[in-house]
């Protein structure tokens, strides 16, 4: 999507009458996005001037592109500006500009955290990326995305602005420790507008009336790296995920921290909050193969088995056994561990952790303080809102009251980047707000192309999901767990646990442990324990009795759960002392365990309702949009 598109033409004489702004405005609005404060509104009038003077040359073609406000597929991400065009040979060249309204004097180079840099943002002095690292970051997302870049057909070539940045104190900014990333992205500072208009000029000899704009904004997105897909390659030392954003951020601070700790012997924890699609898993593994290649003792930990076997699959053949199996364990595997046996321990999915390990919940004392007490660098990633077990403990200040009685360090940090759900923050608050788990601003819809679909028939909804899986063997369905998992059929795949009028399926096999990327997977149904931590391109989700639409209001209802569903064990006692307070409990479980796999869909989410007011809701709040 562009927030702003005109040729260079246009561009000059609406910057030159001050209606620039204006359009931007009317363009925030049309989409249904929040324009931002005034401050931000100051930004495009005082950084947009500077790109009038940089532009204002014959040199550049006045049927150039120009798009403000780009934003990256499959993230929520925008691109400040962009210059569109061709090179003397015809080919199609797209400028990528990331504009900074920084000053010099409170900006300072930050060493030994690589692509990071300090200055002042979001009323204080913090650490940032480098521009350059940033727009070149977003230029790789592009290019690991887009079939037009991916094919030669458009390059892209990345820079930074800042326009402000006085130059006596450019050292701090434009130092060798950043020479990687300023060749790869060339930063312009304060009176370098006449450099960054060669940057242009040689890169855009010949208009293109927005042409390669449209390439790049609709083009074919091709299948997304998969994290899955990728372990094998990130551990043979292959950077298969570039760290944009906040990101990068953590992952730095995150390295940092652990070799602080493996050099000073002091306990450091880190707390990371991220909602579903933010890159919790992506920076789990790219940080346990960084920390191994410095030489730290490191394992990934998970509570949920899934992503675990996922990534163990992927490995067989390129890792031994038992390195696989150092590599990735469960939460309960620090029961009787030493006092700081490991370098750095990273825990996936924190908010699933347990009190008591073991099949019986009968082993150890605690979780959180054995994982704590193992490591000397413990890193919790955390989303409040999907535990979905009634002995899921995982909450940041269980964290924090463990850490500070082991003295040790807390330090926070917030990932906001979406990558799933086509990288849209509107569809995450919008199920929030359908789900009433909290009122958000997207009540009447949200923006960008979602693939979302209420189906009146399950199998028809089957049917969507098995086409799309065609492409790629990545879409799933999955169910709330309302139907009982059979004994007699937990291997065989003949034998239909659920079956809801002419569909009839299996729960996925219990002789199959990776059933999130086996073929003959697509014939069963996933629930919240096998998908979870995990991802697909599009989901099937078939929503059970639990959920239903009552009084104008979305109810649950633990007495739909199956039997044999073990999230939600010992509800009824509860209920028989205080049915209030099991109504309570269980709603939270039942309703985030929806929106955990209302999310699993990068491209899509396919919707069937067991209850028809429930699926008629759905459909009324999705004909906001």
Same mark, same amino acid.
């Given at each position: 999507?562009?927030?702003?598109?005109?040729?260079?033409?246009?561009?000059?004489?609406?910057?030159?009458?001050?209606?620039?702004?204006?359009?931007?405005?009317?363009?925030?609005?049309?989409?249904?996005?929040?324009?931002?404060?005034?401050?931000?509104?100051?930004?495009?009038?005082?950084?947009?001037?500077?790109?009038?003077?940089? %532009?204002?040359?014959?040199?550049?073609?006045?049927?150039?592109?120009?798009?403000?406000?780009?934003?990256?597929?499959?993230?929520?991400?925008?691109?400040?500006?962009?210059?569109?065009?061709?090179?003397?040979?015809?080919?199609?060249?797209?400028?990528?500009?990331?504009?900074?309204?920084?000053?010099?004097?409170?900006?300072?180079?930050?060493?030994?955290?690589?692509?990071?840099?300090?200055?002042?943002?979001?009323?204080?002095?913090?650490?940032? %990326?480098?521009?350059?690292?940033?727009?070149?970051?977003?230029?790789?997302?592009?290019?690991?995305?887009?079939?037009?870049?991916?094919?030669?057909? *458009?390059?892209?070539?990345?820079?930074?602005?800042?326009?402000?940045?006085?130059?006596?104190?450019?050292?701090?900014?434009?130092?060798? *420790?950043?020479?990687?990333?300023?060749?790869?992205? #060339?930063?312009?500072?304060?009176?370098?507008?006449?450099?960054? =208009?060669?940057?242009?000029?040689?890169?855009?000899?010949?208009?293109?009336?927005?042409?390669?704009?449209?390439?790049?904004?609709?083009?074919?997105?091709?299948?997304?790296?998969?994290?899955?897909?990728?372990?094998?390659?990130?551990?043979?030392?292959?950077?298969?995920?570039?760290?944009?954003?906040?990101?990068?951020?953590?992952?730095?601070?995150?390295?940092?921290?652990?070799?602080?700790?493996?050099?000073?012997?002091?306990?450091?924890?880190?707390?990371?909050?991220?909602? #579903?699609?933010?890159?919790?898993?992506?920076?789990?593994?790219?940080?346990?193969?960084?920390?191994?290649?410095?030489?730290?003792?490191?394992?990934?930990?998970?509570?949920?088995?899934?992503?675990?076997?996922?990534?163990?699959?992927?490995?067989?053949?390129?890792?031994?056994?038992?390195?696989?199996?150092?590599?990735?364990?469960?939460?309960?595997?620090?029961?009787?561990?030493?006092?700081?046996?490991?370098?750095?321990?990273?825990?996936?999915?924190?908010? =699933?952790?347990?009190?008591?390990?073991?099949?019986?919940?009968?082993?150890?004392?605690?979780?959180?303080?054995?994982?704590?007490?193992?490591?000397?660098?413990?890193?919790?990633?955390?989303?409040?809102?999907?535990?979905?077990?009634?002995?899921?403990?995982?909450?940041?200040?269980?964290?924090?009251?463990?850490?500070?009685?082991?003295?040790?360090?807390?330090?926070?940090?917030?990932?906001?980047?979406?990558?799933?759900?086509?990288?849209?923050?509107?569809?995450?608050?919008?199920?929030?707000?359908?789900?009433?788990?909290?009122?958000?601003?997207?009540?009447?819809?949200?923006?960008?192309?979602?693939?979302?679909?209420?189906?009146?028939?399950?199998?028809?909804?089957?049917?969507?999901?098995?086409?799309?899986?065609?492409?790629?063997?990545?879409?799933?369905?999955?169910?709330?767990?309302?139907?009982?998992?059979?004994?007699?059929?937990?291997?065989?795949?003949?034998?239909?646990?659920?079956?809801?009028?002419?569909?009839?399926?299996?729960?996925?096999?219990?002789?199959?442990?990776?059933?999130?990327?086996?073929?003959?997977?697509?014939?069963?149904?996933?629930?919240?324990?096998?998908?979870?931590?995990?991802?697909?391109?599009?989901?099937?989700?078939?929503?059970?009795?639990?959920?239903?639409?009552?009084?104008?209001?979305?109810?649950?209802?633990?007495?739909?759960?199956?039997?044999?569903?073990?999230?939600?064990?010992?509800?009824?006692?509860?209920?028989?002392?205080?049915?209030?307070?099991?109504?309570?409990?269980?709603?939270?479980?039942?309703?985030?365990?929806?929106?955990?796999?209302?999310?699993?869909?990068?491209?899509?989410?396919?919707?069937?309702?067991?209850?028809?007011?429930?699926?008629?809701?759905?459909?009324?709040?999705?004909?906001?949009?």
């Amino acid at each position: 999507m562009i927030i702003y598109e005109a040729t260079k033409g246009e561009f000059l004489e609406q910057a030159f009458n001050d209606s620039i702004v204006e359009k931007i405005k009317e363009s925030y609005k049309k989409y249904h996005l929040s324009v931002g404060n005034m401050s931000e509104v100051r930004s495009w009038q005082n950084s947009l001037q500077y790109m009038y003077k940089v %532009l204002t040359t014959d040199n550049i073609p006045n049927n150039a592109g120009i798009a403000i406000e780009f934003k990256i597929p499959l993230t929520s991400k925008r691109i400040d500006f962009m210059v569109s065009g061709y090179d003397e040979n015809k080919k199609g060249n797209v400028i990528i500009i990331e504009l900074k309204q920084w000053g010099g004097k409170e900006t300072s180079k930050i060493e030994g955290k690589d692509g990071l840099i300090k200055t002042f943002v979001g009323g204080g002095l913090r650490e940032t %990326l480098h521009p350059s690292y940033q727009a070149w970051s977003y230029y790789s997302f592009i290019k690991d995305f887009n079939e037009s870049v991916q094919d030669n057909l *458009i390059s892209l070539y990345p820079c930074a602005y800042l326009h402000n940045f006085e130059s006596e104190f450019r050292l701090e900014i434009d130092n060798e *420790i950043y020479a990687y990333y300023v060749n790869l992205a #060339p930063l312009y500072l304060k009176g370098d507008a006449l450099k960054l =208009r060669e940057f242009i000029e040689k890169h855009i000899k010949m208009g293109d009336n927005k042409k390669n704009l449209y390439e790049i904004n609709n083009g074919k997105i091709r299948p997304s790296k998969s994290l899955q897909d990728s372990v094998c390659n990130m551990l043979n030392g292959n950077e298969e995920f570039v760290m944009i954003d906040s990101q990068k951020i953590v992952l730095e601070n995150a390295l940092s921290n652990a070799l602080s700790s493996f050099n000073d012997k002091k306990k450091r924890v880190m707390i990371v909050e991220g909602g #579903p699609g933010t890159g919790k898993s992506v920076l789990a593994i790219n940080l346990l193969v960084k920390l191994l290649e410095k030489g730290l003792v490191t394992q990934y930990i998970s509570k949920n088995s899934a992503p675990r076997n996922v990534y163990c699959s992927k490995l067989k053949g390129n890792v031994k056994n038992h390195q696989i199996n150092h590599l990735f364990r469960g939460s309960g595997s620090f029961t009787n561990s030493e006092s700081n046996t490991f370098s750095a321990l990273l825990v996936d999915e924190a908010h =699933r952790l347990n009190e008591k390990s073991g099949l019986f919940k009968n082993q150890g004392e605690n979780q959180i303080k054995e994982i704590i007490n193992a490591s000397l660098f413990s890193l919790f990633f955390i989303d409040e809102n999907q535990k979905v077990d009634i002995f899921d403990i995982g909450s940041k200040e269980e964290i924090e009251k463990y850490a500070k009685k082991m003295n040790a360090e807390v330090l926070y940090y917030q990932l906001d980047s979406q990558f799933r759900c086509n990288g849209s923050d509107g569809y995450l608050a919008w199920i929030d707000d359908l789900l009433e788990i909290r009122e958000t601003a997207n009540s009447e819809g949200f923006e960008l192309n979602y693939d979302i679909k209420i189906f009146d028939d399950p199998v028809e909804m089957q049917k969507a999901i098995e086409e799309k899986n065609q492409i790629n063997n990545k879409s799933r369905i999955v169910a709330g767990y309302c139907w009982d998992w059979i004994k007699d059929g937990k291997n065989n795949s003949d034998i239909y646990d659920i079956v809801i009028g002419d569909l009839k399926m299996s729960w996925n096999l219990g002789s199959s442990n990776t059933w999130a990327i086996d073929t003959d997977s697509i014939k069963e149904v996933g629930c919240i324990h096998t998908s979870q931590g995990l991802e697909f391109d599009y989901v099937g989700v078939i929503v059970g009795l639990d959920l239903r639409y009552e009084d104008e209001k979305v109810i649950t209802d633990f007495t739909q759960r199956a039997n044999t569903d073990q999230s939600l064990k010992g509800i009824k006692s509860i209920a028989n002392k205080d049915i209030n307070k099991a109504k309570e409990i269980s709603s939270v479980i039942i309703k985030n365990t929806y929106r955990t796999l209302f999310t699993r869909g990068q491209k899509g989410c396919y919707i069937y309702c067991c209850d028809k007011k429930l699926a008629d809701y759905f459909k009324m709040r999705l004909g906001n949009r």
